[in-house]
């Protein structure tokens, strides 16, 4: 806690930051610089989002994004969403996490492999990256897409065969739209989300529909 007596977290990370320049690297650089940097046998999500800092929201929803890719960690990935998509929602310049979440730990093993798998496919989506559409990456668009990425999230949560895929595809296109303020990029990821939703609404229904006579039998 500074002299000032906001929490360090809380300093470095809310709306009031002034601290937050554009980037040069781009953003596959980046992971594959913070994957090579990992030591030890397990990481923080707090030092995670810590080297991802200047990349704000865009660099930690494609963070948490990739670990809901994976079986079992989606309801995890999902839940952590919720934080700074509501967060981004409200106007905040950058995400502050709870504690709970801050600390929570990630095997590095399975963030390296994750890593590998991913960001080949971020490389591809770069190539076609770029400032453009500006119009879409202005408010109150943030705000729209903070709101995109609540429903998302919700989405990720379900316990449903491949149902993590589509909001994760959402997630890597609106962040990275966000990141290079690239408004096309941002309508194609608004584009997936709503299919996403769809696909997510769709299959939770039909789940619920199943379960509906199993629980009215033992509920009813």
């Known amino acids: 806690m500074d002299k000032s007596g906001v929490p360090e ?3 470095r990370f809310s709306m009031k930051t002034t601290d937050n ?4 690297e781009k953003t596959s650089i980046l992971l594959r610089r913070l994957i090579s940097e990992l030591s030890g046998d397990r990481v923080t999500v707090d030092h995670i989002v810590l080297q991802l800092r200047r990349r704000s929201f865009g660099g930690l929803f494609i963070l ?5 890719l994976l079986p079992g960690l ?5 839940l952590a969403i919720l934080v700074p998509a509501a967060q981004m929602a409200l106007g905040f310049r950058a995400p502050v996490l709870p504690r709970f979440i801050r600390r929570r730990e990630l095997e590095t093993s399975t963030v390296t492999a994750l890593g590998t798998r991913v960001i080949p496919w971020i490389e591809r989506l770069e190539r076609f990256v770029k400032p453009r559409w500006l119009p879409l990456t ?9 709101i995109a990425m609540i429903g998302l999230a919700i989405i990720l949560m379900l316990p449903l065969p491949l149902s993590n895929l589509p909001p994760a595809i959402a997630m890597f296109c609106l962040s990275l739209g966000l990141i290079e303020r690239d408004g096309l990029i941002i309508g194609i990821g608004m584009l997936v989300g709503l299919v996403a939703l769809t696909i997510g609404a769709g299959m939770a229904l039909i789940a619920f529909e199943a ?3 199993v629980l009215q039998k033992n509920f009813g």
Request: glycine share 10%; net charge positive.
């Open 9 to 11: 977290i809380f300093r």
């Open 21 to 24: 320049p554009r980037h040069p």
């Open 64 to 68: 948490l994004a990739t670990v809901g």
């Open 74 to 78: 989606s309801f995890f990935a999902g």
């Open 138 to 146: 202005l408010h109150p668009m943030p705000t729209l897409v903070g």
């Open 211 to 213: 379960l509906a006579p």
